[in-house]
């Protein structure tokens, strides 16, 4: 069975992925291994619609492993993206949060400083989780409301 990970940054997409399963897939790091390059500098130099089209190869050959995969909080962006998880026989779990509580994880991380944070404003960042947050449900075959409840908590309402 193949799990994907989805929810914006901050929702604990890898930590909860690394409960499930130690030897579980980062999207992203695959995708840095196949460009060559961190995806923030990839993203000045060959722009979002490039991205995506790289993120959607990658997305189709995970569809075809077994296994958890932690997906990028942009993956629902792309309508090809959310084409191919919909038409995946894989689990696709929505680690869902309220707008603050993401915003207080990511302003504490100091280990994980993401480009969308640095190069926003609180304000723009909540537009874009407000963008996203009906494309994630929209695609999710579970919802697992996060706010308030511990990692461990979290597997076992996934593992229920």
Same mark, same amino acid.
């Given at each position: 069975?193949?799990?994907?990970?989805?929810?914006?940054?901050?929702?604990?997409?890898? *930590?909860?992925?690394?409960?499930?399963?130690?030897?579980?897939?980062?999207?992203?790091?695959?995708? =840095?291994?196949?460009?060559?390059?961190?995806?923030?500098?990839?993203?000045?130099?060959?722009?979002? *619609?490039?991205?995506?089209?790289?993120?959607?190869? =990658?997305?189709?050959? #995970?569809?075809?492993?077994?296994? =958890?995969?932690? *997906?990028?909080?942009? =993956?629902?962006?792309?309508?090809? %993206?959310?084409?191919?998880?919909?038409?995946?026989?894989?689990?696709?779990?929505?680690?869902?949060?309220?707008?603050?509580? #993401?915003?207080?994880?990511?302003?504490?991380?100091?280990?994980?400083?993401?480009?969308?944070?640095? %190069?926003?404003?609180?304000?723009?960042?909540?537009?874009?989780?407000?963008?996203?947050?009906?494309?994630?449900?929209?695609?999710?075959?579970?919802?697992? *409301?996060?706010?308030?409840?511990?990692?461990?908590?979290?597997?076992?309402?996934?593992?229920?």
């Amino acid at each position: 069975m193949t799990i994907f990970l989805i929810g914006f940054m901050g929702a604990g997409k890898t *930590t909860i992925a690394n409960l499930l399963s130690p030897d579980f897939i980062d999207m992203d790091d695959v995708i =840095v291994e196949r460009i060559g390059m961190p995806i923030s500098t990839f993203f000045e130099i060959a722009g979002e *619609t490039a991205f995506r089209e790289i993120e959607s190869q =990658v997305l189709l050959e #995970l569809t075809q492993t077994s296994g =958890v995969i932690s *997906t990028g909080g942009g =993956v629902v962006m792309s309508e090809e %993206n959310r084409r191919i998880l919909s038409k995946s026989k894989a689990e696709v779990i929505y680690l869902k949060s309220d707008f603050d509580t #993401l915003y207080q994880r990511i302003t504490a991380d100091k280990s994980n400083v993401r480009p969308l944070f640095l %190069n926003n404003s609180r304000v723009e960042l909540q537009a874009i989780f407000e963008a996203r947050a009906p494309l994630y449900e929209a695609i999710a075959t579970q919802i697992i *409301t996060i706010s308030g409840k511990s990692p461990e908590a979290i597997l076992k309402e996934i593992q229920a």
